[in-house]
């Protein structure tokens, strides 16, 4: 079985996909040894992020454990996570 999409620390709130998906593949991804299976609501491509879990407008987006940005909008499990739905904190941060 080929895997499709990786979370790279059980802190975050996405995914990451290892490949081009389409809407309503199954991902299964590992989260504090358990597999989470998330159907994808929308095409994702190539190493982009898709929610995990349903994330609040206003709340933090978790990638490798730490805060990247945050949700400009309710984002559902399986939705594409990028700059049509989230604002990016890392360079704000950078920049103190």
Same mark, same amino acid.
């Given at each position: 079985?080929?895997?499709k999409g990786v979370?790279? +620390?059980s802190k975050d709130n996405v995914g990451v996909?290892?490949?081009d998906l389409e809407r309503g593949t199954e991902v299964?991804?590992?989260? +504090?040894?358990?597999t989470a299976s998330v159907k994808l609501a929308e095409?994702?491509?190539y190493q982009h992020k898709f929610s995990i879990?349903?994330?609040s407008s206003g709340s933090k987006i978790l990638k490798y454990g730490e805060v990247i940005g945050e949700a400009t909008k309710d984002i559902e499990p399986?939705?594409?996570v990028h700059i049509?739905?989230?604002?990016?904190?890392r360079a704000k941060a950078i920049k103190k």
């Open positions: 079985m080929k895997i979370v790279l +620390n996909a290892l490949m299964d991804v590992k989260l +504090n040894g358990q095409p994702i491509a879990k349903h994330i399986g939705q594409h049509h739905n989230m604002i990016g904190l």
